[in-house]
C-alpha cells in the first residue's frame, strides 16, 4: 500500500497521469481519478503561477517519472544528448535513448503493465536479447534486436497468461510482436511522435542549461 501512495502522489503532484502502477491506472480506484488536486489538499484550491523555473523543472519531473528513471539516470542521458547539440535535433535523440531501454521495450511490447514492472522482470533475468540474458533495465536495444522471454520463464504464473492479453494489445509501429512465440523485434528506431509523451521536452533542455 505504501508503494502504490508514493506512485500516485507523483502523479497527482504532477497533475498528469504517469501510468505507473500499470493496470490500476485504468481503473476508477486511480487516485488522481477520485482526487485530481495535489497531495496535502483536501480540496480543489487555486494553484499559484508557476514561473519559468518552476514549469521547466515539472515538464523534468514528468519525463523522468513517466520512464521511472532516477535523478542522476535521467541527468547522464541529458547530458549525453546536449553533448550533440548542433549536430542532431536532441529532442529526437533524447526520445530515442529512453524509448530503446531494454526496461522500456519490455513495456512496450505488453510483456509487462508498467515500466515499473519489466525494471524488476528484466533485474530478475526473465529476458533475452539476441538470445543472450540481459538483466540490466538500461541496455539499449538496436534496430534488429530479438526479444524473448527466457524458456524457464516462460512456465512461470506471471507469463502464462501474457497470450490471452496481448490478442487485444497493439505494440508501436517500431517494434514487431509475435504472440504465439512471445518475442518482439525492433523494426526500427522509436519516433517522437509515436511516443506520445505529454510533455514540453524543450523546456526540460532549458532547465538542464541554466
Known amino acids: 500500500m505504501i508503494m502504490i501512495n508514493s506512485k500516485c502522489k507523483i502523479c497527482r503532484r ?3 497521469k504517469l501510468f505507473l502502477k500499470g493496470e490500476r491506472c485504468l481503473t476508477p480506484k486511480c487516485p488522481i481519478v477520485k482526487r485530481p488536486y495535489p497531495p496535502g489538499q483536501k480540496g480543489k484550491k487555486r494553484t499559484r503561477a508557476l514561473s519559468e523555473y518552476g514549469k521547466e523543472l515539472r515538464e523534468k519531473q514528468k519525463l523522468k517519472n513517466w520512464y521511472n528513471l532516477k535523478e542522476k539516470q535521467f541527468r547522464k542521458y541529458i547530458k549525453e544528448v546536449l553533448e550533440k547539440r548542433g549536430k542532431i535535433d536532441v529532442v529526437t535523440l533524447l526520445i530515442r535513448k529512453l524509448e530503446a531501454r531494454l526496461d522500456n521495450v519490455i513495456f ?14 528484466v533485474s530478475h533475468g526473465h529476458f533475452l536479447v539476441n538470445g543472450k540474458l540481459v ?11 530479438e526479444i524473448s522471454i527466457r524458456s524457464v520463464s516462460r512456465k512461470k504464473i506471471l507469463f502464462q497468461n501474457l497470450p490471452i492479453i496481448l490478442k487485444k494489445y497493439r505494440p508501436p509501429s517500431w517494434i514487431l510482436l509475435d504472440i504465439e512465440k512471445l518475442t518482439g523485434k525492433v523494426k526500427e ?8 509523451l505529454p510533455v514540453e ?10
Do not use: H, M, W
Request: glycine residues 8%.
Open 14 to 16: 504532477l497533475g498528469l
Open 108 to 121: 512496450r511490447l505488453g510483456f509487462a503493465s508498467s515500466r515499473t514492472r519489466a525494471r524488476k522482470l
Open 135 to 145: 538483466n540490466i533495465p538500461s541496455y539499449q536495444v538496436k534496430k534488429g534486436d
Open 189 to 196: 528506431l522509436p519516433s517522437l511522435e509515436e511516443a506520445g
Open 201 to 210: 521536452i524543450s523546456a526540460i533542455f532549458e532547465y538542464y542549461s541554466r
